[in-house]
């Protein structure tokens, strides 16, 4: 298999792993969008949030914990954001959380096009069918 995560689980590519258990590997985002940004990676191949086990979910939210903590402890971090990507925006096509640490002065930004966004009354017609 050609999959970048695959090959990093394997040993084949080097990382600055900072927690690994048998189920999933934690390293470092080699572009981050701030200092300790770091990915949440299971050991299995996964590819979307569609594929993911919940009990692989279960142990991936208390391994997002156990990291905020380490975050807050060694960093000093004063926030973070996590998220997931799936299909479009997922650079890697292996499933993997993003834990970005947020400092008061990091002056980042997810920015969308606010012109393209409908009213939410349309939205949750849309979702709801009503």
Request: charged share 30%.
């Given at each position: 298999?050609?999959?970048?995560?695959?090959?990093?689980?394997?040993?084949?590519?080097?990382?600055?792993?900072?927690?690994?258990?048998e189920q999933v590997k934690v390293?470092?985002?080699?572009?981050?969008?701030?200092?300790?940004?770091?990915?949440?990676?299971?050991?299995?191949?996964?590819?979307?949030?569609?594929?993911?086990?919940?009990?692989?979910?279960?142990?991936?939210?208390?391994?997002?914990?156990?990291?905020?903590?380490?975050?807050?402890?060694?960093?000093?971090?004063?926030?973070?954001?996590?998220?997931?990507?799936?299909?479009?925006?997922?650079?890697?096509?292996?499933?993997?959380?993003?834990?970005?640490?947020?400092?008061?002065?990091?002056?980042?930004?997810?920015?969308?096009?606010?012109?393209?966004?409908?009213?939410?009354?349309?939205?949750?017609k849309q979702i709801t069918n009503?």
């Amino acid at each position: 298999m050609d999959c970048l995560f695959c090959k990093i689980i394997n040993g084949e590519i080097p990382s600055f792993t900072i927690y690994e258990d048998e189920q999933v590997k934690v390293f470092l985002d080699i572009n981050p969008n701030t200092n300790g940004h770091c990915l949440i990676v299971p050991k299995k191949h996964i590819v979307t949030v569609e594929d993911l086990e919940d009990s692989l979910a279960t142990h991936i939210l208390k391994v997002e914990k156990i990291i905020y903590q380490k975050l807050r402890e060694k960093l000093h971090i004063d926030g973070l954001t996590i998220c997931q990507n799936n299909d479009l925006g997922q650079d890697v096509k292996h499933y993997h959380v993003h834990l970005i640490p947020r400092y008061k002065d990091d002056n980042w930004k997810m920015q969308f096009n606010q012109e393209s966004l409908k009213e939410p009354e349309e939205i949750f017609k849309q979702i709801t069918n009503e």
